[in-house]
């Protein structure tokens, strides 16, 4: 049972950045990853993925200001994958989770990010 662990969110004024981590509880050598968020009332949305060759693609909203990288260590016991956000928007507040892509893992608890002044 894979497990994730996801964290870095927090309140930021926009304009802001924040570093998300995932931790994932075994190896994600060959394994497409990405970030999801949910907003409030909203249907959960993939943010930005990666590729096992780290290609990389993003929403619209985000490009530009998001990036997300990973840990592609063959023999790694734990996969970790990150998402640095930049000049952060209200209009990004929301939780964030990473999974598998496509998504087939139970979700880990994910983080808040909440962009406000």
């Known amino acids: 049972q894979v497990q994730l662990v996801e964290s870095g969110g927090g309140l930021v004024q926009p304009g802001g950045s924040l570093r998300l981590s995932c931790t994932i509880s075994?190896?994600?050598?060959?394994?497409?990853m990405a970030w999801y968020r949910q907003a409030p009332g909203k249907q959960r949305e993939l943010v930005a993925r990666i590729t096992t060759g780290s290609s990389t693609n993003y929403l619209d909203s985000v490009k530009g200001r998001f990036t997300i990288s990973r840990d592609n260590v063959k023999d790694n016991v734990k996969g970790a994958v990150y998402l640095q956000m930049d000049s952060l928007k209200p209009e990004d507040t929301a939780v964030y989770y990473c999974?598998?892509?496509?998504?087939?893992?139970?979700w880990g608890q994910g983080t808040q990010v909440t962009v406000s002044s």
């Open positions: 999974n598998n892509c496509p998504s087939s893992w139970s």
């Open positions: 075994g190896t994600i050598f060959g394994i497409n």
